[in-house]
Each structure stands twice: as structure tokens, then as C-alpha cells.
């Protein structure tokens, strides 16, 4: 594995294994640094220990869901916002009314393709200021094409 | 040879769900490619000329899969959302025919089968580093 100047540490938090390996393989090959966590306790436990430029963030997770996460995420001190790609089936208008309210910068419906998941989490990156450009967009390898 | 994925009832997902879980399938096989895509331009810097020759066409190929991989995970994603979501079918036995046991156990989770609970003991509260 390559870490040298990977900057961006990304977490993804998905209970679905295969989502997960997916989105951390294309975010490893796309130049980002990737972490994963099976649950929104994990989540935070690491959380409460790292720096992260984003987070990809599963809605319907087991025990503590997407949406009490957020909220949970609030009261972790000391913290600069991060910002936040939610993900999830049938993610309802009012789903992503509430997720914006709780930080959520973006959201994208399940399934999705690999290189969809960088696109977003790329632009969203690009948009959220005095956060560090997305690795992989600088060094043009991220496989939006694939 | 199946997996020996025990169930402890008969899974009869809908077709759309049964598509969705096989077009993530699909993505990560895709995803494992682009990354040994990776792994074998690096290790190409250190050949010399007549074995980077050969391993260029190694090289190929594997873009070609990846390619073949996400294209097929597009289609059949597609297709999960276009399939009508009361339409069943019973996956036992397409299951049982899945001789990669980790494979057979993410997509029986997957259908709504039982995950296996050692492998999430194993896992749980970790935070994995790729």
C-alpha cells in the first residue's frame, strides 16, 4: 500500500462488506487515503481519535442509524465540520431535508457504480472550502470513465 | 460444489434486490481489477524491456476486464431498477452452485439470509485501513 502524500483521509462507514471493500478499493486507486468502518459506533469511536476530510455514510445502518450519527457527530468537541456523502436506498426527500440540516453536503442513491462515488465525493470535496483538493482529481487518475 | 452456506429458511428475494446484490458483486470484482490494474503498472517500472513487453499485454487484458466488469455491474443495475419489486424468486440452489464460501455469505446477508456471526465478531468495531 502506498500512504506517502495522501492527505485526504477519507472514512467510509457501510455495513454492506461488499460496498465497503468497493468504495475503499476505487478511493485506495483513486489516491485517497481510506478507513472503514461496519458501524456508526466504530465510526465514532475512531472519530474521536483521527482527522477526516470526508465522510461516506451509509443511512441505514444497524444499532445507531445514519441520521442519529449525524447528530451524534454534533457533539464531538473540538471538531472542524466534516463534511458528509450520504448513501442509501430510496432515500426520500425528506430523508435528505433532514440530512442537510444535520451537515450531509451531498447525497447519492443505492446502488451505485464505483466512479460515481468518486465523482460525487470529488465535487463535493472541491466545494467545501479550505479542505484539501481530492488527491486523486489532482493527479488525474480517478476513474470517472471505468 | 456449493459454498455450504447453511439457511435456516428458504430465500425467495425479489428479482430487483436479487440484481442489486449481484451488480455490487460485479462492482467489486470491477473495483478488484482497477486496483491490480495498478499494481501491475507499478511493478512494470521495474521490468526490463522484453518482460515489460509481455506484461504490457497482462496489462491489457486486465483493463479490459475492469472495463467488462463495470460495464456488466451498470447493466445489471439498471436492470434491478427496472424490475418490478413483487416479482420473486427462490436463490437456494443458485447460491448453493457459489464455491467462494466469503462470497456465498456476502450475498445470502445480502438476499436477507443470516450473516455469518463469527466473521462479524471477527470484524466488529474494527476500523479497517485500505
Redesign the interface.
Known amino acids: 500500500?502506498q500512504f506517502d502524500g495522501r492527505s485526504t483521509k477519507v472514512l467510509v462507514v457501510d455495513n454492506?462488506?461488499?460496498?465497503?471493500?468497493?468504495v475503499?478499493?476505487?478511493?485506495?486507486?483513486a489516491g485517497f487515503?481510506?478507513?472503514?468502518?461496519?458501524?456508526a459506533?466504530?465510526?465514532l469511536?475512531?472519530l474521536g481519535n483521527s482527522r477526516f476530510d470526508a465522510i461516506i455514510l451509509e443511512r441505514d445502518l444497524p444499532g445507531i442509524d445514519g441520521m442519529a450519527f449525524l447528530e451524534a457527530m454534533k457533539h464531538l468537541q473540538d471538531r472542524r465540520p466534516v463534511p458528509v456523502l450520504l448513501v442509501g436506498r430510496a432515500l426520500a426527500a425528506d430523508d435528505v431535508r433532514k440530512a442537510v440540516g444535520l451537515g450531509v453536503r451531498d447525497c447519492l442513491a443505492?446502488?451505485?457504480?464505483?466512479?460515481a462515488v468518486l465523482e460525487r465525493l470529488g465535487r463535493m470535496l472541491r466545494k467545501t472550502a479550505g479542505a484539501p483538493a481530492a488527491a486523486g482529481a489532482q493527479r488525474g487518475v480517478v476513474?470517472l470513465s471505468? | 460444489m456449493g459454498a455450504g452456506i447453511a439457511s435456516g429458511q428458504a430465500l425467495s428475494p425479489s428479482v430487483a434486490a436479487t440484481l442489486d446484490v449481484l451488480a455490487a458483486e460485479i462492482e467489486l470484482a470491477g473495483a478488484r481489477c482497477i486496483f491490480l490494474d495498478r499494481v501491475i503498472g507499478e511493478v512494470m517500472d521495474r521490468l526490463t524491456d522484453d518482460d515489460r513487453e509481455r506484461m504490457l499485454q497482462g496489462l491489457h487484458g486486465v483493463d479490459l476486464l475492469a472495463q467488462h466488469l463495470t460495464s456488466l455491474s451498470a447493466f445489471t443495475r439498471t436492470m434491478s431498477l427496472a424490475a418490478p419489486a413483487d416479482l420473486t424468486l427462490p436463490v437456494d440452489a443458485a447460491i448453493a452452485e457459489i464455491t467462494l464460501g466469503a462470497l456465498a455469505e456476502r450475498m445470502t446477508a445480502g438476499l436477507g439470509g443470516s450473516e455469518d456471526d463469527e466473521a462479524d465478531d471477527a470484524d466488529s468495531g474494527d476500523v479497517d485501513m485500505f
Open positions: 500500500m454492506d462488506r461488499t460496498t465497503l471493500e468497493m475503499q478499493i476505487r478511493l485506495d486507486v487515503q481510506a478507513f472503514g468502518a461496519r458501524s459506533q466504530a465510526a469511536e475512531v443505492k446502488p451505485f457504480s464505483g466512479a476513474y471505468a
